[in-house]
């Protein structure tokens, strides 16, 4: 997967970008505050039509503008548009104005590694459910239609719980449980199925305690099934009436991350985070290549900052494993920046304005 051309208008402090990107690539280096992660944020707006670091769409427009435009010419073009007055968000793929956004989610794939990735080991659930539902919507469209069912069904029921209609709210049980199963059951899977390159990922980034990676659920089971699911519901009635919300269900699972059987998020050192976390991304790019066939874009942030020289080239290996396509790198100084990934043009970044 590449982008042979990128344009940009009014998003964040990038006014007006129009660049060729060299097949290998670019080397972006500018200093704090000059625009880099807005330019890999603009990019990865491509991809799922979403800011990257979950910021709402009208504070990715320039300050004082009316909307912001992104164009990438891929195979085939993907352009995205959002206007703050009518909070209207347009998406062509191809010249054509897509009807549904999910239709064009994944037609650009890319992977982004920055050091806030840790937060992805160190914060609570929520983080890590994010990254299994961005990685299996690009990765299977059932997923993201079973993802879709569970918001709708759950949004329904919700709405008679704040009424208080016992009924109506557990005539929604069955869809809620369906949706629910598929979804578990597709992250249950998708543990299974990628332990085994994740723990080779974390060894081969210099970690030295068994790594572990399994899915967990408090409603649902393999056996179970959406039965189980559905029991559940049934079960935790009345605390869902007095909350008001729905509270069983694959929102509240979690993919739990260990080494040695302890869990990384509690007891795991900074660094032990921050290789599970690259780890957790160099998965998520060997899951794409699989599912697109093709390696995906690669945006990396900051990435080698802090790091010692025996793990940067451990890094480095890897990623030339999992991310060998085109990678657009992001550094303050190019003393950050290891030596070999140099083959490539340097742009210089200043106030959102590049210098090639
Ligand atoms: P660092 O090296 O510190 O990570 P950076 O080059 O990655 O810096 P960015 O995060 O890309 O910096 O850009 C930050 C700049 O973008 C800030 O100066 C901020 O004020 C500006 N900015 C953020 N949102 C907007 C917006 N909606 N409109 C205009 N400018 C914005
Ligand atoms: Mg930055």
Redesign the pocket.
Known sequence: MELSSLTIR?????ASVDVAIPSTGVVVI????????????AIYYLVLFRSLRG?KDR???????AGFFVAGEATPRVTAGYEIHHRHKKVTVDGTEVKKLSSAVGVVVAVALSPADRALVEGGPSGRRRYLDVLLSLSDPHYLAALAELRAAMKQRNAALKRGNVPEAQAFDRPVAAAAATVAKTRHRWALEWLHRYGELCTSLGESSEPGMTYSSRHWTPDGGADLVAENLKLRIERDLRRGTTTVGPHRDDLLLTLGERETRRFGSAGQQRTAAIALRLLEASALSLSHDTAPIALF??VFAELDEDRQERLLLMIKESLPGQAII???RDAEVPRVLFERPRWR?TG?KIEQ
Do not use: I, S, Y
């Open positions: 009014n998003f964040r402090n990038l500018g200093d704090n505050g000059q625009g880099k992660t807005n330019l890999l944020e910021a504070e990715l427009v320039r300050f004082g503008d942030d900051d992001t550094a303050p970044m959102g």
